[in-house]
């Protein structure tokens, strides 16, 4: 089959096209012929050898953490799902990723694919839609009637945390460039604040219940989040070289959110998006065969939105 894999750290360079052989399930496993991956930030410091502590893998690696696709072999031990199924995922960040033709994959990671969308373009769902998803609401306990900044609202997580935050009934303040100001506001943001020619502590007049960070702002741009929040509040940074800043005298936490996979959790975003509640953006679809020139344009700051990665037809 056809992969994408790196055979040492460095710059997208090291990416190189090639031929792989085919996987096979082991006990709890099933394997997937790839519809879709999808590129995020964090597949290219994985590249780059930047997350060797954390996250450490085997060379050569594949990246891609997400994955959509269809189920063609299943393991021994595997209960819920057939040959044939569709489905989508987050992948265990140290394993083998999803920038192939085929991959393997824990069943429990998985969930069906939603209906209402094409399967590859389902790929840009799982890891940006977790990370909204607990940053609101495991993390931030956001509930109906409160109050929510989102700074940096104009990527990928921000358009899924706008809607899921209103969906909950939230009151929604996004952050966002001229260039994303549109997509934020129809992903239904109530105020919209051009932070390129306004500060954000200016703008935000009342306290928030919970700000959330999803912009790599200076460490001084991100305390003075902390002050826009009430006491008791919460503040949830995923920008994590950047430890969340905390205001202990007004009982303000500050977390550092480190996304994790989880089925159920995903189920409901499925769910959500099949009822038209959650819309799932698309920005670019690129060839596998170019993913080391998608790295590269991700590395020069020219990646916007989502994009998915295509394997070539198995």
């Known amino acids: 089959m056809k992969a994408v ?14 031929d792989v052989e085919q996987p096979l399930p082991g006990a709890g496993q099933v394997r997937i012929r790839v519809a879709a991956t999808s590129f995020n930030s964090v597949d290219g410091n994985i590249r780059g050898g930047f997350m060797q502590g954390p996250i450490p893998v085997k060379l050569p690696h594949t990246p891609g953490i997400d994955v959509a696709g269809t189920i063609d072999a299943v393991g021994e031990g595997v209960d819920g799902f057939a040959v044939g199924d569709d489905v989508i995922g987050f992948l265990p960040m140290d394993g083998t990723g999803a920038a192939a033709q085929y991959v393997l994959a824990p069943a429990d990671v998985l969930t069906p694919a939603p209906k209402s969308v094409p399967l590859a373009d389902a790929a840009a769902l799982p890891v940006v839609g977790l990370t909204a998803y607990q940053a609101l609401f495991d993390h931030g306990k956001l509930t109906a009637g409160q109050r929510v900044l989102i700074n940096g609202a104009g990527g990928a997580v921000g358009g899924y945390a706008v809607q899921l935050a209103k969906n909950a009934g939230a009151y929604a303040i996004a952050t966002a460039s001229p260039r994303s100001s ?3 506001t129809s992903a239904g943001a109530d105020e919209v604040i051009d932070h390129t020619t306004n500060a954000v502590t200016a703008a935000v007049t009342e306290p928030v219940d919970l700000a959330l960070n999803l912009a790599p702002v200076a460490p001084d741009e991100l305390a003075a989040l902390v002050t826009l929040v009430r006491p008791g509040g919460v503040l949830v940074n995923t920008t994590v070289w950047m430890p969340a800043p905390s205001d202990e005298a007004r009982g303000v936490r500050g977390i550092d959110l480190f996304v994790r996979s989880d089925a159920n959790q995903l189920a409901q975003l499925v769910a959500s998006t099949d009822r038209g509640e959650l819309r799932v953006d698309v920005a670019e679809r690129v060839p596998l065969a170019e993913l080391p020139a998608l790295h590269a344009r991700a590395a020069d700051g020219a990646v916007h939105g989502k994009v998915i990665v295509i394997p070539p037809a198995a």
Request: net charge neutral; proline share 6%; glycine share 6%.
């Open 5 to 18: 894999r790196f055979h040492e750290y460095g710059n997208p360079s090291v990416l190189r096209y090639e």
């Open 182 to 184: 549109q997509a934020v």
